[in-house]
């Protein structure tokens, strides 16, 4: 999911994201969410947010609020990398504004 965010492949994102073994026991979607990578402790949002890709983010948070509660949301979107960034920082840093501004008018950013 990584890799596909990094690239911006969004149909793939969304596949893998829809995609559950068949008995179901592995589908945690907010281990989903929150697992990072060993490079820098980005999570899937993180991800998205850095590399600018929109339509990732999108489908990353249509998922998210169809799994999780108000609760876990938060949690995800104000995760902090080893850098102690959160995603919106990503967006913010790397020149993606856009980005950034959708995730606060989610409501989950704490911006304090």
Request: glycine residues 4%; aromatic residues 8%.
């Amino acid at each position: 999911m990584h890799v596909a965010a990094l690239c911006n492949h969004h149909e793939t994102l969304s596949y893998l994201l829809n995609l559950k073994n068949i008995y179901d026991k592995c589908y945690v979607p907010k281990a989903i969410a929150s697992f990072k990578t060993n490079y820098g402790g980005l999570n899937l949002m993180h991800v998205c947010a850095k590399q600018g890709a929109k339509e990732c983010l999108l489908i990353l948070i249509g998922f998210l609020r169809e799994n999780m509660n108000d609760e876990q949301l938060k949690d995800v979107y104000n995760m902090r990398s080893k850098q102690l960034n959160n995603p919106c920082h990503e967006a913010i840093f790397n020149d993606h504004a856009e980005l950034a501004e959708i995730m606060i008018k989610e409501g989950f950013v704490d911006t304090q």
